[in-house]
Structures are given as C-alpha cells and as structure tokens.
C-alpha cells in the first residue's frame, strides 16, 4: 500500500491551481471480493494489491505466476478465461527495472485483474502459455520489445521487428530513431541483398 | 487439440527437417497476395492442397507507435490512433480517449458521449462493409463488394460533414469531440438509417442463401468458444462461436447502456457464423444510430468536458477498452505525471483474432484459408501497429 | 484448285481476323456489362464510351517488358502460351456460322472440336510448370484436373444430340433442327453442358485454376506482356468456341425466321456471352474438392441416366 500512497502524494504536489482531480473514492481493497479470494488461496505468492480506477493490481512473486496463473483460470470464483494481453515494461531507474503485466479477463464474471511480475536484469519469467495459448504471441511480442524471456516458452523469437533486429525499442534506453547509425546500416545491408537478386 | 510441431504460428524444427524430404511443398502466401488483406505473409505447408502446418509472419507495417507514443504529448498521440486500424478509426479513437478520461477522471458531456456512439456505431458499419466486400470478393462473389462501397461511400460523406476527412477522422478528443455535429447532419444519417437496411437487403439477395457461398463458409474454419477464448479471439469472431460477449454489453462505456440494442451471437463456430454475426451487427449499429439521433435532434449542449490546457495526467496505470468492430480493443497507459505517456501499449484486436489462425485452417484446402482470414477480418495497421 | 485455295485461304483470314476482334470486344462487353451489373461505368477514358479500350489494352501487352523468370523452362515457358492460342483458333476452323459460312466443313466436326480441346488444356498444364513457381503449379495441376473431368462430361452431354441427329458433323446437326431445336428433346443435357462449358471456360463459379484471389493468378501468374494476352485471348477464343457449340448442337445453329442465318447466329451466341458475364457477376467461387465432387458425384450420373433414357425413348418411338 505503500506505493499508493506516494503516488497520492505525488499527485498532489503536481497539481496546478485550476485543476480538479476527482477524488478516487475511497476503496479497502482488502474487502472487494475478488481480493479476498485470491488472497485466501494463494496469498502468499501475492506481494501487494493495489487499486486505482476501479482497476485491482496483483504483484506476483517471479516464481509463481505460473501456478498463479492457473488459479485464476481454474477457481469457478474467480474463472479468467481470457488473456487480454501480456505487457513488458521498463523502469531502468528501480531496482528490478521490468515489470510483466498481464490483463485477465473473465467472459463469465465479467471481471478484469491486472497481474504484475518484476523482474531484474537476466532474470526470466515463466511462460503463461500453458495457461493461455494467446500468451504465445503476446510474450514474443514483449520479448521482441522489451526483451523479457519467458521461460518454457514454445517459441520464443521476434514477432514484429525482422528477426536479425538487434536490441529491444521499447525500452527506455532505446532512442527514438534506433542506435546511431543502425538503421542506415541495416537497411544497407538488407538492401543490398536484395538488389543482388 | 494441437498436434506435435505445430504451436500457434510456429513451425517447430523437427517439423520441417521432416516435411523437407517428404512431397509437401512449403507455399508462401503473401505479403504481397491478392487476398491477405495487406501485408500479411502466411507460410503454408502443403500435402496437395491440404494445409498441414502454417506459420503467420507479421511486422511488414510496424511502425514503432508505441514507441513514437512515449515521446509525444497525450494529445498528439490521439491523431496516431486513427492510423491503426485505418478502416475504423473513430473506433481507435475511442478507445483511447476513454483510457484517457479513465486516468484523468474527466466527465464527458451527455451530448458529446451520443455523438461518440452514433459515430462509433457508423464506423462499425463501415468496417463490416469493408469486411463484407473484401471476404465476398476473396470468396469470388465480386458483385458485393462494389456493393457495399456504395453503401460506404454514404458513411464516409457523413464522416466528412462531420470532421472533413473521410478514412482518419480524429474526430474525438480527450474530453469530447472536436465539434457539435454541422447543420444537416442529423437529416442525412437519418436518411442513411433509413435506406440501409433495404440497401443490406443486396448482399443478402445474392450471397446469405446462395448454395455456393453457403459450401464454401458452412464448416469451414471451425473454431469452439472454449479454443476461441484460450487463443485470445474476441469481437464478432468469438460470438460466432456462442459466446455471449460484447463489452458494450458487458461493461457499458460511454451510453451504450442507454440504448437499446442486443448482442449478435451465432452458435455455428465456422466462417459462416461469423458472417451472420457482422450481418446482425450492422443492422443493430444502424438502429443504436437512429435512437442517438433521436436523442441528439431533441437536445442540446456543450461537446466538450472540462479539460485542462495541458494534459498532464496523474501518475499511474489504467487499461481501458471497447468493443472495435474487429474485437477488445485496449489502450493500457501508463502515466509517470509528465505530459508524455511512460508507456502506451495497445491491445489490437486483429493482433489476437491472428493467432488462432493457424488453429483453423489446419487440415483445410488453400481456398478455405482465404475464408478464414476474411472471416477473422484483420486489418495490418493494428496487427503490426 | 487453285481458286479453292484462294478463297480457303481468304475465309481463314476473315474468320480469324473477325475472331479476334470479336475476342477483343468480348473483354470490352463483359467489363461494360460486368461495371453497369456493379453501379459503375466500366471503360469510358479510350475513345467514346472506351470503345478503343480493347486496341489500348493490346498495345500496351505489347509494349510491356517481357519477363522471364529465372527459373522457368525457357521453351516450354514460350512454346505454352503459343500453343493454347493455336488449339483455340484452329477450332474456328470448322464452326459452321451458317450453312455457306464456314471455313471447312468437316464430317467429324465434333470430334475434331472435342479433341482439340482437350489437346489445349496441355498449354496451361505446361505453362503452369514451365513458370518454375508453385502457384501456377498449383493453378496448372487444378486446372488439368478440372479441365480432363469436365471433358467428359461435356462430351458426354452431347451424346444424347449426335444419337438424335445421327451424325457428327456440325452441318448435319443443324440441319436436323430444322423443325425443333434439340434443346427441347436434351433439356437435361444443355444444362449439363452449360456447367461443364463454365468448367471448361473456367470462369466463375468454376474459375479454380486462375482463382486470383487463392492462387494469384494461377497458371499464368508469371506471364507478362503478350505472352499473358495470349492466354487471355485463347480464354476468350474458347468462350467463342463453347458458345457455338452450344447454340450449333441445341439452340439450332443458324435457323431463324425472317433475317438471315448469319445474324441468327450471332445473336444466339451472344446472348451465351451475356449468360457467363452474367454469371461471372452473380456468384461466388466453389472449392477446388466442391467442384470437383459436383462434377464426378452429380453430373456424370445425371449424364449418364440422360444417355439411357435418350436411346430407350428412341428405341420406342
């Protein structure tokens, strides 16, 4: 909870004078049932709950997710079916400077739950394809931009950038327009090779 | 359900060593093929005309949108939106501007929300024409697709009344939309809602009950609501297969809660269950059109909320998505207080509905590979973004 | 003899050359007729109402780069598109456009025409593997396949019509209609050979082999420049051919009241080449298997039954 509170606090200091920010209403996580649930069965791979925007944030324990995963999918309460998407995210400032993000939702229940796994440098993250096959693409995809390994993944390579791509864009230490002199580089080259044909 | 070698879209090595010495051919359909709907690339193992194995290729049209995101202020991002999918951009918009609102807490007018689904719900039917005419045509029906651009054409006039562009509006903004609708307006959409259904008659007349179309979709391309979901199919694709899902429906945004309309669903799983699902679609669209304009003639008031000069949202996350006439589409941003997004990823849904291709067209002929992407209906500017 | 000759060789030229004018045109009516079907206008920029369009389109095949690819077969890869235009034009050689009108008359004319045929759809067999590429292999393995089976039946559709006319010669088939048109004792069978002629035109619903939107172009998705107009032309030839046999064997060839044979010709087939436009802008495309079953599970023991129930009703009266 700690985390949300400085984000409140930071809030504030940056508002300017005419601006009015709604005031969240005041929500005890720990009472939303959804909360209670997961907590009961499998609180101790659970880190922190957070809540903003009506949205609930899971922090998940690297080495769960998998099992984590699977809860949330089998618990006739809880029942997520569907595997919305799997971000990869990079905060080169902390001490784990990746983050996974996972968005469930649940075509019965009709609830959302983000799910979050950090990560520091080198360190891998267990597939969710066992779970949810969509997770195949979505973990190349953060793979193929952020440079998060999925371990036991079915195939782990490239999705949207050419496979000989070098580095990951979207991270923060990426420049906008690519490594000096790399693209010029790389498109000579691809170039090249298909003039020869 | 999969089988050795095959993992959605991937060909494993052993696979392929094996396929190289046996008489299957390995054919490379697209990215430049007549049906593929833009620059897709599909490599097909075939045994005679028999898909054994698929890999999807993407990434033709990446354009970095994600990344050009986090060096552009919130507001300049929104005309980027638009160029995702290109054939429903009001769509896209929409979804972004609500995420924006979500994180921001800003309150949009009554009459601008209207505006917002009346234009979202026109959009939805000029997607499906595009989609109708473009499956039609793969499927040789070459009739219907000069058809349902006409009908488009009335669409896209509309669009330009309203905004002056045709194909990337940009016509929502954060808060509301550019400007209350123009004089005239409400009469020409009126007609529009009118004369649709008789004009949606046409492609009925030629292709709902016709034997040939009715053998070339009836079971083919099969995909269960449970693989569906697992493989990340949503929108109109996965109500063809019985599921009761539309998050219009299910967690109303904007006013759709106010109108009243109803889900198409179709239990047949195959290609042509999803055709009758878009079918249903866009008469629902155009009668969730008149009721807004109903409301719209009868009322009047500001377009846009209060929203500050310059954008600076609160620090946080938050995911917002709508039902895009291709599937969820998700905007999750990620906000460090600065006027530029920390990180902005978008949820296509043509991305998702690609992936359980290949679960599809397994086993099938080539010719029920080119029924099959018509039927999932991608766009590869929000495949690729 | 000499004068023979001369005037055998003068029919040729008009019969060819009229032909492929009327090849040309054909492209220029089924745009036309296709765009007016489809809200649009068709051709309208090449001369008034585009009716240069066809001349245009000819030139430019002529004067567009010819490309080879590199790894096709260079003979065959020429040789294909030549020999698909030759076996449809020498049909011409023997369709009776009215009883003076013809440029040979042959005693065996449908078996000449038949065979002929059949010899054509090698061309696109060898054009699809010549090209060195698997969509035209693909495009040319459909069509060998669509092309041998809806042969026979097509054959076999005519059968009934040589049993009533007892001959084979086209002149003798016309001739014998000069009361009833054979259509009115071979119902069944002018259905069936109107499907196996849209197979055998591959056009749709049967456009399989040069499906553009599975296979490309199928066989001659390499081909350029006149070597593609060649095909072009042999396609439009064939749709010529089939339309004159059709109205020769069932809609009774040149025999009309009041204008002369000729123009009753004419105006018969045109009215086929109406029909397969039409067609072309009603329907879809079957499936390659869907196409295939109609033919073998549907049309052969229609045909069949047609044949017995002919011979059993000739044997009676």
């Known amino acids: 909870m700690d985390e949300e509170k400085e984000k409140k606090g930071k809030e504030a200091s940056k508002e300017t004078p005419k601006r009015e920010v709604p005031q969240e209403p005041q929500v005890d996580v720990e009472t939303l049932p959804l909360v209670r649930r997961v907590k009961e069965a499998k609180g101790e791979f659970i880190d922190d709950v957070s809540y903003f925007r009506g949205e609930i944030t899971f922090l998940v324990k690297r080495e769960h997710i998998l099992d984590v995963c699977r809860f949330l999918r089998d618990d006739s309460e809880t029942s997520f079916d569907f595997l919305t998407e799997v971000i990869g995210v990079h ?77 990951h864009p979207l991270r923060k230490d990426y420049p906008l327009q690519g490594p000096e002199g790399y693209r010029e580089e790389w498109l000579r080259s691809h170039c090249a090779s298909t003039n020869k044909l | 359900m999969l089988e050795r070698g095959v993992v959605e879209g991937r060909v494993s090595e052993d696979l392929m060593r094996e396929t190289l010495k046996t008489k299957e051919i390995w054919i490379n359909m697209g990215p430049q093929h007549p049906s593929t709907h833009g620059v897709l690339r599909l490599v097909l193992a075939l045994e005679g005309e028999r898909i054994v194995d698929t890999e999807v290729v993407i990434g033709y049209l990446h354009r970095g949108m994600e990344k050009l995101a986090e060096s552009l202020t919130y507001p300049q991002f929104l005309p980027y939106t638009d160029r995702l999918d290109y054939i429903s951009s009001n769509a896209m918009n929409f979804g972004y501007v609500l995420a924006m609102e979500k994180l921001m807490g800003i309150e949009v007018p009554e009459r601008a929300q209207y505006i917002r689904v009346m234009m979202a719900e026109l959009t939805r039917i000029s997607s499906h024409l595009v989609w109708l005419a473009t499956h039609a045509l793969d499927i040789g ?51 529009f809602c009118k004369v649709f259904p008789k004009k949606a008659k046409d492609y009925d007349d030629l292709i709902l009950k016709n034997r ?39 967690e109303p945004y904007s006013n759709y809660d106010k109108l009243d309309w109803e889900i198409a669903v179709e239990s047949g799983c195959d290609v042509y269950a999803r055709y009758l699902v878009r079918l249903k679609e866009m008469r629902e669209s155009c009668k969730i059109v008149s009721q807004c304009l109903d409301i719209l003639e009868k009322t009047n008031g500001p377009v846009m909320g209060k929203v ?20 969820e589409l998700g905007f999750y941003i990620v906000s460090d207080g600065s006027p530029k997004p920390y990180r902005l990823k978008i949820r296509a849904p043509s991305f998702a509905n690609l992936i359980s291709l290949p679960v599809m067209i397994k086993g099938h002929l080539v010719a029920d590979v080119i029924a099959a992407i018509g039927s999932i209906d991608v766009v590869l500017g929000e495949v690729d973004r | 003899m000499g004068q023979e000759l001369v005037i055998a060789i003068i029919k040729m030229i008009v019969v060819f050359a009229l032909a492929l004018l009327v090849v040309a045109y054909l492209t220029y009516l089924e745009r036309k007729i296709i765009g007016h079907m489809q809200l649009r206008l068709g051709p309208m920029r090449v001369g008034p109402h585009g009716l240069l369009q066809p001349i245009a389109d000819g030139l430019k095949l002529f004067v567009k780069e010819d490309i080879v690819p590199r790894e096709a077969d260079k003979w065959t890869y020429y040789f294909a598109p030549v020999f698909d235009l030759v076996c449809a034009l020498v049909l011409l050689a023997v369709i009776p456009f009215s009883y003076h009108f013809m440029v040979t008359r042959l005693n065996i004319g449908v078996l000449y025409i038949l065979s002929i045929a059949s010899v054509g759809s090698i061309a696109i067999l060898l054009a699809g593997w010549a090209s060195g590429s698997k969509y035209p292999i693909l495009g040319g393995l459909r069509s060998a396949a669509q092309m041998f089976s809806y042969e026979i039946f097509l054959g076999f559709s005519i059968i009934g019509v040589l049993m009533i006319s007892g001959s084979l010669d086209l002149v003798k088939i016309v001739e014998a209609q000069s009361r009833v048109w054979n259509i009115v004792y071979q119902p069944v069978a002018f259905v069936i050979y109107i499907i196996a002629a849209l197979g055998e035109l591959k056009r749709i619903p049967f456009d399989l082999p040069e499906a553009e939107n599975e296979l490309v172009a199928g066989h001659h998705t390499e081909y350029s420049g006149f070597k593609f107009a060649y095909f072009f032309l042999a396609e439009y030839a064939h749709m010529i051919i089939i339309s004159c046999m059709a109205v020769i064997l069932f809609l009774g060839g040149w025999k009309g009241p009041v204008l002369p044979g000729i123009v009753w010709f004419l105006i018969k087939i045109c009215a086929f080449f109406y029909f397969f436009i039409w067609v072309r802008g009603t329907f879809p495309r079957y499936r390659y298997d869907q196409f295939m079953a109609i033919g073998w599970k549907i049309m052969l023991p229609v045909v069949l039954a047609n044949i017995v129930a002919t011979g059993v009703v000739m044997r009676l009266v």
């Open chain 1, 91 to 167: 905060y080169p400032q902390r001490d784990k400077p990746f983050e996974v993000v996972y968005h469930l939702y649940s075509t019965s229940k009709r609830h959302r739950v983000r799910l979050k796994v950090r990560l520091a440098e080198g360190e891998e993250v267990e597939s969710v394809y066992p779970v949810w096959r969509s997770a195949s693409w979505y973990e190349r995809e953060a793979y193929d931009m952020v440079g998060i390994r999925f371990a036991n993944h079915p195939g782990l390579k490239r999705i949207l950038l050419p496979e000989d791509w070098e580095g």
């Open chain 2, 141 to 191: 029906a070459m009739t219907v697709f000069l058809y349902c651009f006409r009908d488009r054409e009335a669409i896209l006039d509309l669009f330009e009344m309203v905004c002056g562009a045709r194909l990337t509006t940009t016509y929502f903004r954060i808060g509301g939309v550019a400007n209350d609708l123009p004089e005239g307006f409400i009469e020409q959409a009126r007609e």
């Open chain 2, 212 to 250: 040939m179309w009715l053998s070339r979709t009836v079971n083919v391309a099969k995909i269960s609501a449970e693989d569906g979901l697992n493989l990340g199919l949503s929108g109109p694709s996965i109500r063809g297969s019985g599921v009761y899902w539309d998050i219009r429906k299910d």
């Open chain 2, 308 to 327: 500050p000069k310059v954008i600076r949202p609160p620090e946080g996350e938050v995911y917002a998505s709508v039902e895009a006439p291709k599937g």
